[in-house]
Protein backbone atom coordinates (compact mmCIF):
# COMPACT_ATOMS: atom_id res chain seq x y z
CA UNK A 1 0.00 0.00 0.00
CA UNK A 2 1.62 3.31 -0.99
CA UNK A 3 1.81 6.29 1.60
CA UNK A 4 0.24 9.33 0.43
CA UNK A 5 2.58 12.71 1.78
CA UNK A 6 0.90 15.64 2.69
CA UNK A 7 1.55 18.91 0.86
CA UNK A 8 1.98 20.66 4.09
CA UNK A 9 4.30 18.38 5.59
CA UNK A 10 6.91 18.64 2.78
CA UNK A 11 6.25 22.37 3.20
CA UNK A 12 7.15 22.83 6.68
CA UNK A 13 10.30 19.99 6.23
CA UNK A 14 11.54 22.05 3.52
CA UNK A 15 11.00 25.49 5.61
CA UNK A 16 13.09 23.68 8.30
CA UNK A 17 16.03 22.46 5.95
CA UNK A 18 16.34 25.72 4.53
CA UNK A 19 15.99 27.46 8.11
CA UNK A 20 18.97 25.30 9.27
CA UNK A 21 21.03 25.74 6.53
CA UNK A 22 20.30 29.90 6.34
CA UNK A 23 20.09 30.97 10.47
CA UNK A 24 22.86 32.98 11.80
CA UNK A 25 20.77 31.98 15.32
CA UNK A 26 20.81 28.25 16.42
CA UNK A 27 18.51 28.48 19.39
CA UNK A 28 14.71 29.54 19.63
CA UNK A 29 14.64 33.07 20.39
CA UNK A 30 11.35 32.86 22.96
CA UNK A 31 11.65 32.49 26.63
CA UNK A 32 15.37 32.16 26.87
CA UNK A 33 15.07 28.73 25.03
CA UNK A 34 18.16 26.73 24.47
CA UNK A 35 16.76 24.06 22.00
CA UNK A 36 17.37 24.17 18.40
CA UNK A 37 15.84 26.57 15.79
CA UNK A 38 13.80 24.59 13.59
CA UNK A 39 12.05 27.30 11.49
CA UNK A 40 11.14 30.86 11.17
CA UNK A 41 7.53 31.37 12.40
CA UNK A 42 6.11 33.98 9.19
CA UNK A 43 3.83 35.31 11.70
CA UNK A 44 6.15 36.52 14.42
CA UNK A 45 9.53 36.60 12.47
CA UNK A 46 10.73 34.46 15.04
CA UNK A 47 12.75 31.60 15.27
CA UNK A 48 11.46 29.14 17.17
CA UNK A 49 12.35 25.47 18.61
CA UNK A 50 9.54 22.73 17.52
CA UNK A 51 7.68 22.69 21.33
CA UNK A 52 7.53 26.64 20.41
CA UNK A 53 6.50 26.15 16.87
CA UNK A 54 3.79 23.41 18.03
CA UNK A 55 2.68 25.76 20.98
CA UNK A 56 2.45 28.95 18.66
CA UNK A 57 0.95 27.24 16.11
CA UNK A 58 -2.13 26.52 18.53
CA UNK A 59 -2.47 29.84 19.38
CA UNK A 60 -2.58 31.03 15.74
CA UNK A 61 -5.17 28.27 14.92
CA UNK A 62 -7.34 29.46 17.80
CA UNK A 63 -7.00 33.78 16.87
CA UNK A 64 -7.87 32.06 13.51
CA UNK A 65 -10.59 30.63 14.38
CA UNK A 66 -12.12 33.80 16.34
CA UNK A 67 -11.49 35.90 13.25
CA UNK A 68 -13.31 33.30 11.60
CA UNK A 69 -16.31 33.17 13.78
CA UNK A 70 -16.38 36.75 13.24
CA UNK A 71 -16.66 37.17 10.00
CA UNK A 72 -19.17 34.39 9.62
CA UNK A 73 -21.24 36.32 11.73
CA UNK A 74 -20.86 39.68 9.65
CA UNK A 75 -22.03 37.55 6.61
CA UNK A 76 -24.91 36.72 8.10
CA UNK A 77 -25.87 40.10 9.38
CA UNK A 78 -25.18 41.86 5.71
CA UNK A 79 -26.66 38.66 3.38
CA UNK A 80 -29.06 37.30 6.03
CA UNK A 81 -28.24 33.35 5.90
Do not use: P, W
Not at 9 to 23: E, G, H, P, V
Not at 39 to 63: A, M, P, Y
Request: charged content about 30%; overall charge positive; aromatic content about 8%.
Amino acid sequence: MAKTIDKSNIRMLTTYIFRQMATTRNTCTLDDCKRAVVCLCRHCQQDVCLKHFNEHQGEVNDELLRVTDSLNERMKFYFDF
